[in-house]
Every structure is written in structure tokens, then in C-alpha cells.
């Protein structure tokens, strides 16, 4: 399969393969979430996403009617109804939680208070007695049902409109914009500086930079919030913004510096021999020749912003005024966190900015990033 002639080789097929892997194992959960987001609440609750087209099935509690709703029959006592809200099939029934699918569908069973239950399959039941009954509440029916794939976009009604949801959007932005164009625009003079500028210290700087690649952010985050309150700019938009910048520049200026460094030397030359400014090369070369690395940073520094919770937990506070879109969609689940429903929406929501800024400027991802990582100077 390798010769020269054309014909691919085994390691070419291998690599394919692997990326197609990768891809899918990046994509599918993405997936299940997009299909969950439409799924019925109570069907999401006991199956997973891969199951949606196909009939699910679970176990329902009912109540019959009350007695006082009974109707004179042939003699009897008769109350009827149907056990679900829409639509299902029934496969079995009990009457008590300990034994929720005792019986099958068309059974007659007998109940403490005399009276006879059946339930067929459709979920109709009828309970008979042969004096009218007493009481003001419905027996207890216990159903194994299976039921059609229901879908709804109920779930993003709840998001979409709910309470505060437009102004934590608004406040998310706030954010991560200048969260975003504050360290890119740091960073391309930190890093211009220490790919082509001559100065003491320079390697020791950036040593020091790339060890700052490994510390964990959440250690600075209570000193900065007390030095912040200290000088008047705790819970504030200054506040969180400084800090995605300083959280980012690490970072930035590593990926720029690589990049900058491995741009042809004959060119800044050249421009130093025409009597160009340190800052006009900058401004007039480099920085036009570095966007796909500027554009690279820029993916991952909004991509961090916009679904940071932690930092704008820390420096914004939950306030209503400040809250941020990830705020604000983690208070839709409650205290205990188990709407899975209203959890898919709320991703799909908070994921679809930070899609359209990554297939607007991806591009240029792969290209900044490959050649910050292979070039050097």
C-alpha cells in the first residue's frame, strides 16, 4: 500500500481514521445534548439521548378520581378515567409502591375498600363497587407504561424567557469583550518585545512567563478580591476585567512571542536599515503578520470569559444587576440541580455566541497555533 506511484500508505489511512475518531468522540456529546434539549422532560428523566426515537419506558404513579365522582351503573358504582396526561401504553399496573407492576394489563384486582380495579392497555381503568363508596380521595395506580418519542421546545421557552435572562446576556458581554481585546492588546507589546527587542533579564522574563502557564488561578483569586476591595474596585466591572487579563497574559504572550519570533528576521531587518521605530514595526509589520496568532488567542481567551463562572462569581458577586449569563442559567436549576431539561437548553443557549465567533475566525486557529508551536528565535 506505500509505493511511490500513488497509492496511499497504511500510516496515511491511520491518520484519517484517528481524526475521524477524535471528531466524533468532540461531537457526540455535543449531539446528545442538542437532542436532549428537545426531549420531554419526564422521557429524559429515565432514558438516555440515544434513545429518543424509539418508545420509552417508565413507571407513573396516577390517582383515580374520587369517590364522590362515582356514577350509578347496571347496579354498580362505576369510576372511570384514563391514567395518562397525552398519550402511552400500558404493559402493567399495581396498587401498592411495593409491587408497582404486579398485575397485567386486563387484570381485575381487588382493593382494600371493596372495590375492583381494570386497567387495559390504552390506560383506561375502571373501579366498580356495589355500594356507592365513601372518601374523598382516588385510589393509587402504579403503571409500567410505554410511550412515543415526545419532543418540545418548551425547554427553551423556560430559558429564553425567563426572568433577568437579556440582562445577564447584556452583562456577559460586558464582560468578556473587554475581557478579550485588554490582554490581546498587552500581550502583542509584551511579546514584540521579547521576540526582537535586546534587554537585560529578557530569557529570565520569559521563563518566568511560561512558569506562570502551570499556576492554578483559583490560588490568587481571595488575595486579588481583598487587594481589589481594599482599593475601592471589588465586585465591579474593572475588577473582572483586570483579572481575565491577568489570568490570560500568560499565555497570550507566550503563543505571540513564538509566533513573532519565527516571522522572517530579513524584514525587520530591512525595516531597521530604513530607519523604522521599534513601534512602527510593530504597528506596520508585525502586527498585520501576526493576526491568525492574534485571532487563536482571541478564540480561547472569549471562549474562557464567556462560559467563566468562578471569576464572575468571585469579583461580580450574584447581585441581579451584575449577574452573568452562566449565573443566571445555574439558578434556573434550582437548589438541587436536577432539571436535566432545563440544564441542555441552557447550554445550547449559552453555547451559541461562543459557536458563531469560533466558525467566524477558525481559520485561523490552526495556523496561529502551528506556528507559535514549531517556530522559534
Known amino acids: 500500500m506505500s509505493s511511490v506511484v500513488g497509492t496511499r500508505p497504511a500510516l496515511t489511512w491511520a491518520v484519517h481514521l484517528s481524526v475521524l475518531f ?6 457526540l456529546p455535543t449531539l446528545g445534548i442538542l437532542v436532549s434539549s428537545f426531549r420531554d422532560k419526564d422521557q429524559l ?44 401504553k400500558a404493559t402493567a399496573f399495581g396498587i401498592s409502591s411495593r409491587e408497582p407492576a404486579a398485575y397485567a394489563v386486563g387484570d381485575t384486582v381487588e382493593l382494600r375498600d371493596g372495590g375492583r380495579l381494570t386497567l387495559d392497555a390504552t390506560g383506561d381503568y375502571t373501579i366498580s363497587y356495589v355500594k356507592k363508596p365513601d372518601g374523598n380521595r382516588g385510589q393509587r395506580i402504579f403503571v409500567t407504561s410505554v410511550e412515543p418519542p415526545k419532543f418540545t421546545t418548551a425547554n427553551y421557552r423556560t430559558v429564553l424567557f425567563s426572568e433577568g435572562l437579556g440582562k445577564s446576556f447584556i452583562n456577559t458581554m460586558t464582560v468578556t469583550i473587554p475581557a478579550t481585546v485588554i490582554p490581546i492588546l498587552i500581550a502583542a507589546y509584551a511579546a514584540y518585545a521579547l521576540a526582537w527587542m535586546q534587554f537585560p533579564g529578557r530569557a529570565l ?34 475588577g ?27 524584514i525587520i531587518e530591512s525595516a531597521r536599515v530604513d530607519g523604522a521605530s521599534d513601534f512602527e514595526i510593530f504597528r506596520k509589520i508585525i502586527l498585520p503578520l501576526s493576526f491568525p496568532a492574534l485571532a487563536s488567542f482571541a478564540i480561547f481567551q472569549f471562549l474562557w470569559v464567556w462560559n467563566d463562572l468562578l471569576v464572575a462569581t468571585v469579583f461580580l458577586g450574584n447581585n441581579e444587576e451584575q ?14 440541580g436536577g432539571n436535566w431539561e432545563i440544564l441542555t437548553a441552557s447550554a445550547f443557549v449559552a453555547i451559541v455566541v461562543p459557536i458563531l465567533v469560533f466558525f467566524a475566525m477558525q481559520r485561523y486557529l490552526v495556523r496561529g497555533l502551528l506556528a507559535g508551536s514549531v517556530k522559534g528565535g
Open 240 to 266: 473582572i476585567w483586570l483579572a481575565h487579563t491577568a489570568f490570560g497574559l500568560p499565555l497570550a504572550i507566550y503563543l505571540l512571542r513564538n509566533y513573532m519570533a519565527g516571522l522572517p528576521r530579513e
Open 45 to 88: 428523566a429515565v432514558s438516555g439521548w440515544w434513545t429518543a426515537l424509539v418508545p420509552a419506558e417508565r413507571n407513573i404513579v396516577a390517582r383515580a378520581a374520587p369517590p364522590e365522582d362515582a356514577v350509578a351503573e347496571n347496579g354498580n358504582w362505576i369510576i372511570a378515567g384514563n391514567v395518562f396526561e397525552g398519550s402511552g
Open 323 to 336: 449577574l452573568v449569563l452562566t449565573g443566571r442559567l445555574r439558578e434556573l436549576l434550582g437548589s438541587r
Open 22 to 27: 477524535l471528531v466524533a468522540l468532540w461531537t
Open 205 to 238: 522574563l520569559l521563563a518566568t512567563i511560561v512558569g506562570l502557564l502551570v499556576v492554578p488561578l483559583q490560588m490568587s483569586l481571595i488575595p486579588l478580591l481583598r487587594l481589589y476591595n481594599d482599593i475601592g474596585i471589588g465586585k465591579s466591572f474593572i
